[in-house]
């Protein structure tokens, strides 16, 4: 029988926010997958991520019953990304799954990337060829946003794929050792390199929920990636900031002939549309070099990217089957207030 004290062979990491009608079914399907390639030798992750539902009280009554399962608590939301930073934190396992909770990403898929990462792979990511369940507007805008970030980014991040991956304990090390704050975990991956390997996959619609993204989210999530690798907007600006000063230049010479033939006066609507017009441009660019400004006062204060609030680990041994509870407390191991 496995000691607690080793390491599994795998981890399976699952942000979990508001996911209680997933969260024993994503249990029950990743502890069978993860039982298929690593016996009784793994951890499943779950990290909660300021719930306001019973999605907690239900992580720890599963832990009775799957000992397997470690408890990671965070203090409030602090979004999917921070989430996946925190379990990928607290795994300790010698192959890491990342994986939503809501079921979109099949579990089963990980024998077949275990198989490939035992020829030799450091990464294997999922690449969705079909998309289920998702409105035509969600499956449009990512499209176009992968797209848009291929030609910016300045390293090479997979198109349609998301963070569903396995990786090796060294890949994870390095992943979490990483000190920016706006994490977009997948460029990160495809930054630190090493062998990644694509496997291609179905996406599922949600067991049951609805979207923790909404438009919004969708934005921000969209403008940390950009933003974290890409400086091109910085760019796009200066050059169309030469561009309208070429506009501007011409405008002159016709301002100028304007006012040398006495028709001045006239001129009321194209100068107002040339103020509206500069004024947009300028404080676009304005935000744009705000945008990166803003990051950089972000990380330069060094505050914690979140906060555990604490961990809870089953301290019987892993595969020893189901264990009555005595008192809550006696069940689990608590760590408390952990801060990255
Ligand atoms: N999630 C999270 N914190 C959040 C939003 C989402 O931990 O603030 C989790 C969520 O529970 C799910 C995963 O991140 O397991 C992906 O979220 P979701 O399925 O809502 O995104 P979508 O698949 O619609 O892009
Ligand atoms: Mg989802």
Redesign the pocket.
């Known amino acids: 029988m496995t000691s607690v004290n080793a390491k599994p062979i795998l981890s399976i990491v ?4 508001n ?1 209680e009608e997933s969260v024993s079914e994503f249990v029950r399907r990743a502890a069978a997958a993860a039982r298929a390639c690593a016996g009784s030798n793994f951890e499943i992750v779950l990290v909660d ?1 300021g719930s306001k539902d019973g999605t907690w009280n239900l992580i720890e009554s599963l832990s009775l019953v799957v000992p397997q399962i470690v408890g990671v608590r965070l203090l409030r ?1 602090y ?2 990304q921070m ?1 996946a930073t925190a379990g990928l934190t607290t795994a300790s396992g010698e192959r890491v799954l990342l994986i ?3 079921l ?1 990403d099949p579990p089963e898929l990980v024998s077949d990337m275990m198989a490939v990462m035992d020829q030799g792979a450091d990464v294997v990511y999922g690449r969705r060829i079909r998309r289920n369940g998702e409105t035509w507007f969600k499956r449009m805008t990512a499209a176009a946003f992968y797209r848009m970030l291929s030609q910016l980014a300045s390293v090479q991040i997979p198109q349609d794929t998301g963070d569903f991956r396995l990786m090796n304990r060294r890949i994870t090390d390095i992943l979490v050792a990483m000190p920016e704050q706006h994490r977009f975990i997948r460029g990160m991956v495809s930054w630190i390199g090493g062998r990644q390997v694509a496997l291609d996959y179905e996406r599922d619609a ?1 067991f049951a929920g609805v ?3 909404p438009f919004l989210k969708m934005v921000r999530f969209a403008v940390d990636a950009l933003t974290s690798f890409s400086t091109a907007p910085l760019r796009i600006s200066t050059y169309v900031g030469m561009g309208t000063a070429m506009v501007a230049l011409v405008m002159l010479v016709y301002s100028l002939f304007r006012w040398v033939s006495g028709a001045t006066i006239e001129g009321w609507a194209s100068l107002m549309v040339a103020l509206t017009f500069f004024s947009a441009i300028q404080l676009i660019a304005l935000g744009v070099i705000g945008e990166y400004l803003g990051r950089m006062v972000q990380q330069g204060k060094g505050r914690p990217s979140f906060i555990i609030d604490h961990v809870m680990r089953r301290e019987t041994a892993l595969g020893e089957g189901i264990v009555a509870p005595k008192k809550k407390t006696s069940t689990a191991a608590r760590t408390r207030s952990k801060a990255y």
Not at 14 to 17: F, R, S, T
Request: charge should be negative; glycine fraction near 6%; proline fraction near 6%.
């Open positions: 699952a942000p979990c926010y996911e991520d939301n979004g999917h989430a939503d909770a809501d979109q949600r979207t923790k993204y």
